[in-house]
């Protein structure tokens, strides 16, 4: 999002100048012309450059606005397509307008006027190939104290009370794009997932496994082109949560979680409609982290502050409990989805 806004801004800005030359005849914002005495300006065209100046402004102008609008849509290649069509057509100008110019110039004189007309679009181009190279970068992440930091562009630092569960993922979920980088399979920034909702991606598309980290109200996924570092992050985060209850960090040597999904109170509503039903199995499609000892149980935190804490006495059967309660709370406090008014109780907390 943060590069089509530049792409639009930069469009803008060039439509207005487009105008500004063309209209209003503001011939001194042309190169070679700026500098011209009266004398050259006398044997100057000046209607027919400011038109010629003025259009094409105006023209590639709207061109940065369609590779916004492009960009913004996944269209990554429509850059790489419209950046030699702009230098070329910057170029193409300044030689033709010198038509319009009876001046005696010397080949110096030419070539500076063309390198003048060329320094606000070579930094134009600048500015996006940094963006886009930073894009690319391994991103570089450790844990700090209490905190996981991610160094990179669009880079985030997340808190350990704000992680709810840590674990594997084996592949990417299907992601669209919301205010990052998605550049040669390096995915950098905030994309949403159907599944997991709004969150961050630092990783590359062809690099599993990945860590997916659920917070509270969203998720980061990371991950390296080298999974050994992508392991190593893991043992940082895991030992940042060493001796903590209820558990948050699924065990190094687990097995990825497959169609992850975030359990929302709607979620929970559906879940409480299959009373005595609901199995561990059902419990087990959204993401939580196993807990408990001498028992099977899986605690999942949900929005609003809300946690589920179930238990069965092992594998996919039959729940012992599925516990609803406020995290600010205690277990003791909380219903039995499969038993209580799910809504009754959200109203009374």
């Keep these: 999002m943060f590069l089509c806004i530049i792409f639009t801004m930069v469009g803008i800005f060039s439509v207005f100048l487009g105008w500004l030359i063309r209209e209003k005849k503001k011939i001194r914002l042309i190169a070679g012309v700026n500098t011209a005495s009266q004398t050259e300006l006398a044997n100057m065209n000046l209607d027919a450059i400011a038109r010629v100046v003025g259009n094409t402004c105006t023209s590639t102008g709207l061109g940065w606005i369609a590779v916004g609008g492009l960009f913004w849509a996944g269209f990554e290649l429509a850059l790489y397509i419209w950046i030699p069509i702009f230098i070329a057509s910057i170029i193409c100008v300044v030689i033709f307008v010198q038509r319009y110019d009876t001046n005696a110039r010397s080949k110096k004189s030419t070539a500076l006027t063309l390198v003048a007309a060329l320094i606000p679009a070579l930094l134009i181009m600048g500015l996006v190939g940094s963006l886009l190279f930073a894009t690319t970068l391994e991103p570089v992440a450790r844990v700090e104290g209490d905190a996981v930091v991610i160094d990179c562009a669009f880079g985030t630092t997340i808190q350990r009370d704000d992680i709810s569960a840590v674990m594997w993922l084996d592949s990417l979920p299907a992601l669209s794009r919301t205010n990052g980088g998605d550049v040669m399979g390096a995915l950098k920034g905030q994309f949403s997932s159907k599944d997991l909702g709004r969150g961050r991606v630092y990783a590359r598309i062809d690099a ?55 359990l929302t109170l709607d979620g929970v ?52 409990s599925a516990i609803l309660y406020k995290r600010s709370g205690s277990v003791q406090d909380g219903i039995d989805i499969r038993q209580g008014d799910v809504d009754t109780f959200l109203k009374r907390k």
Excluded: W
């Design 269 to 320: 509503r559906e879940l409480a409609k299959k009373g005595g039903a609901l199995t561990m199995a059902d419990i087990e499609a959204f993401i939580g982290v196993d807990n408990l000892s001498g028992l099977y149980g899986r605690h999942i935190d949900i929005e609003g502050g809300y946690a589920l804490q179930c238990s069965s006495g092992g594998g996919e059967g039959a729940l012992f």
């Design 208 to 262: 599993p496994p990945y860590i997916l980290i659920k917070l509270r109200e969203s998720f980061v996924i990371v991950g390296f082109r080298s999974p050994e570092d992508t392991r190593a992050l893991y043992r940082q985060i895991e030992a940042m949560f060493a001796g903590l209850f209820p558990p948050r960090v699924a065990a190094l040597d687990s097995a990825p979680v497959q169609n992850a999904r975030i």
